[in-house]
């Protein structure tokens, strides 16, 4: 039986080696393949789910995150409660993980949740061709981190945020981060819910992205709760 408490999720999902970059990434489906339930991935989850959820928030770095995701989930200010904390520092962890948002047109306002209610001062990732002035305003409640001349050079930001000691990275999507990590090669790791439920209509994929880009992966463990189930494939040795 898996043990779901959080010691044991913490043991399950553990990171082996912090010193290596390491980007995961985490997202829930329908048995069907869907990515998201009346549009939204949290029409999927559930408490055990959530519990998963938080314990990969608690043993990375950084939280990497689309701005359409940050919009459409509803995403406010990162904060892990007081317990959480405690387990972090105890682990040699600073007590909040930051977050790092993914935007090329930078359509996120200054005064959004993200960056009002943050526990750590966030990072917005972004290229040269991004509006200038867009980029000013975001200066002001997160550091701007350009990377690419016209589009976002992702291996580019993860090396970025590697050099600033965030080599755990968690990218929670959507679709197109995911499709454009896989299309850089960048992908370690797949933390896979799946929901016990068939969507049909006209939900799409976990990943997207314009050109294929397949990639084999190592089954890593398969855990359940009730009819929940959760893997998590990492990429093989070489």
Not at 96 to 103: E, F, G, K, L, Y
Request: charged share 20%; net charge negative; proline share 5%.
């Amino acid at each position: 039986m898996t043990d779901f408490s959080q010691a044991g999720l913490l043991d399950a999902y553990r990171i082996e080696d912090r010193t290596a970059a390491r980007l995961r990434v985490n997202f829930i489906a329908s048995l069907d393949g869907a990515a998201t339930h009346d549009g939204l991935s949290g029409g999927l989850n559930n408490a055990d789910d959530k519990l998963v959820f938080d314990t990969l928030r608690t043993l990375t770095d950084v939280i990497l995150v689309g701005a359409g995701t940050v919009r459409a989930e509803g995403y406010g200010g990162i904060r892990l409660d007081a317990a959480v904390e405690a387990w972090r520092v105890a682990h040699g962890l600073p007590p909040q993980p930051r977050i790092a948002v993914v935007s090329g047109r930078l359509d996120l306002e200054a005064g959004h949740p993200l960056f009002t209610d943050a526990a750590t001062r966030p990072i917005v990732i972004t290229h040269a061709g991004s509006p200038a002035d867009k980029r000013a305003d975001l200066e002001a409640v997160a550091d701007v981190l350009v990377c690419g001349a016209a589009t976002i050079d992702l291996p580019l930001a993860l090396r970025e945020l590697a050099a600033r000691g965030l080599r755990q990275v968690l990218c929670e999507g959507g679709p197109s981060l995911f499709g454009a990590l896989l299309t850089a090669d960048a992908v370690d790791e797949l933390c896979l819910s799946l929901s016990p439920v068939l969507e049909a209509g006209t939900s799409g994929r976990i990943a997207h992205s314009a050109a294929a880009a397949s990639r084999p992966m190592r089954l890593g463990h398969v855990l359940t709760a009730g009819d929940m189930l959760f893997l998590r494939y990492t990429r093989p040795s070489p």
